[in-house]
């Protein structure tokens, strides 16, 4: 099963330490969650609040719970896991900073958070909106169900302001294209200038001391 190094699982998939306690919520498929339980031989726990999403990842995880994290509490005990995943996710959410403040107690002493979250202010949706256009789409950073919108300033602060401390931030590319080589040139601007040509911000973080 490949994994693409470019992609927000890929570069997520590398944070994760092996043989690590992880819960991912919002896991859809269950793809990633079956990466981690195969290749690092994590041990997986999956939240998804999707009933389709939960039946697909049966089998891909030790346990999938169908629930609205914003609505009820995991039946996990405090300190239970080592990494907290959640792969654009919090941009679905009415209070993501709520939800990361309410995660931080299932994170053991030195457990991180990964998420990520679409860029809204890279040069493609800088273009749509000179153009006069704002369409509602399904996947992209205009997807209907939508909820909050981030730059890398607000990514960053989510987690500063949940109170964690930041310890790797990485972006994906806005281009991406089906050779490496030119992956790796959008890869190199998107961390350059991270506004304008990033698809996605990723954020590792630890409870703050």
Same mark, same amino acid.
């Given at each position: ?20 306690? +992880? ?7 269950? !793809?990633?969650? *079956? ?16 009933? $389709? ?35 654009? +996710? ?11 403040? *309410?995660?931080? !107690? ?10 990520? +979250? ?7 949706? !800088? ?16 997807? !209907? ?25 990485? +972006? ?17 601007? $998107? ?6 040509? $990033? ?5 590792? $973080?630890?409870?703050?001391?």
């Amino acid at each position: 099963m490949y994994i693409d190094t470019f992609t927000s699982q890929g570069k997520i998939f590398d944070q994760v330490s092996h043989g690590s306690r +992880v819960l991912e919520i919002g896991c859809g498929s269950g !793809r990633l969650s *079956n990466l981690l339980s195969i290749w690092k031989q994590c041990k997986v726990y999956c939240v998804d609040k999707d009933p $389709a999403s939960s039946f697909l990842a049966k089998g891909k995880c030790i346990e999938i719970i169908n629930t609205d994290i914003e609505k009820s509490e995991l039946p996990y005990e405090n300190g239970s896991f080592d990494h907290i995943i959640l792969v654009n +996710v919090l941009e679905h959410m009415i209070e993501p900073k709520q939800v990361l403040m *309410n995660l931080k !107690r299932y994170l053991s002493e030195d457990g991180s958070i990964i998420y990520s +979250v679409p860029n809204i202010v890279n040069w493609y949706s !800088r273009m749509m909106i000179f153009l006069g256009k704002f369409e509602y789409t399904d996947g992209t950073v205009f997807d !209907r169900n939508h909820l909050r919108f981030f730059n890398l300033e607000s990514g960053r602060n989510l987690a500063i302001d949940a109170g964690y401390r930041i310890v790797w931030l990485d +972006v994906t590319p806005s281009v991406y294209l089906y050779k490496d080589k030119l992956n790796f040139l959008w890869y190199k601007l $998107a961390k350059i200038w991270k506004n304008l040509f $990033a698809d996605e911000f990723l954020i590792l $973080a630890k409870k703050q001391n």
